[in-house]
């Protein structure tokens, strides 16, 4: 089994940046022989919100991360959020230090950002 962690730190509006890494995690997580560890830091934070995605025209990312949610990819959130989360984000995430995020990145087999 491979361990792959996920990094996103940039606001989601504005880049497909966000959409695309949430699409490769999936076919990564739909794959028996990876776990997905999905780290949400800073700025990307908001991509585990409830956004309006058709007004900004941007990919789908809710769809994405409530899909990641329940294949059972590893969500992981840095401390500080203080906003509501998806609901299927919301029942499998967990919150992390800056200090947590840099173990699971050196422990990784594979590291996206």
Do not use: C, W
Request: glycine share 8%; no cysteine; proline share 3%.
């Amino acid at each position: 089994m491979k361990k792959v962690a996920v990094l996103f730190t940039e606001f989601p509006l504005g880049t497909n940046s966000t959409g695309e890494k949430l699409r490769m995690s999936l076919g990564l997580t739909l794959n028996d022989d990876n776990e997905v560890h999905l780290l949400f830091m800073g700025k990307g934070r908001h991509a585990l919100e409830a956004l309006d995605e058709s007004a900004a025209h941007m990919q789908p990312v809710n769809k994405h991360v409530s899909m990641l949610a329940r294949l059972g990819a590893r969500i992981y959130v840095e401390t500080g959020g203080g906003f509501g989360y998806l609901p299927d984000a919301a029942a499998k995430l967990k919150v992390i230090q800056a200090a947590d995020a840099r173990a699971l990145i050196n422990e990784a087999d594979a590291f996206i950002h």
